[in-house]
C-alpha cells in the first residue's frame, strides 16, 4: 500500500497476515459495502446485524469465523429488508455448490455449470 508521495503507508506491527483468507470473504465484504453505498442499510444497522451474529453462542473465540458471521448477518439483514429472502439465498447456494461440483478443476465456477441450472430464456 503507498500513500500518494509513493512512501509505503505505516501498517500496525505485526500484520503480517491478509486481511482476507479467502476471496469470498473479500467479495461478501465488497457487497456489503455497496449495497450499503446503494443506501439500503445504514452502518448503524449493520453494525447491529454483525453484532448480533458475532455474539451468537458457538462463536469461535479466535476469531477464525468472522467472516462466516458478516456473511450470516448480510443475509439476515437482507431478509429483514425484503431484499432477498432467506430461501433465495439458499437456493443460490446451493446452486454455486452443484455448480462447483460440476466444474472440472482448474475451471472458473460457472452459475450455468450446475446440472439443475435453467436459462431465464
Known sequence: MSRPDGTAADLPVGLDAP????????????????????????????????????????????????????????????????LAATSDVDAMARAWERAAHATPHGRPILLENDPEFQSAS
Open 19 to 82: 486481511v482476507f483468507a479467502e476471496p469470498w470473504q473479500a467479495e461478501a465484504f465488497a457487497m456489503t459495502v455497496a449495497l450499503h453505498d446503494k443506501g439500503l442499510f445504514s452502518w448503524g444497522e449493520w453494525a447491529q446485524a454483525l453484532s448480533a451474529e458475532v455474539k451468537k453462542p458457538g462463536a469461535a473465540t479466535d476469531g477464525h469465523d468472522y467472516y462466516e458471521h458478516w456473511l450470516a448477518a448480510l443475509e439476515r439483514l437482507l431478509a429483514s429488508k425484503g
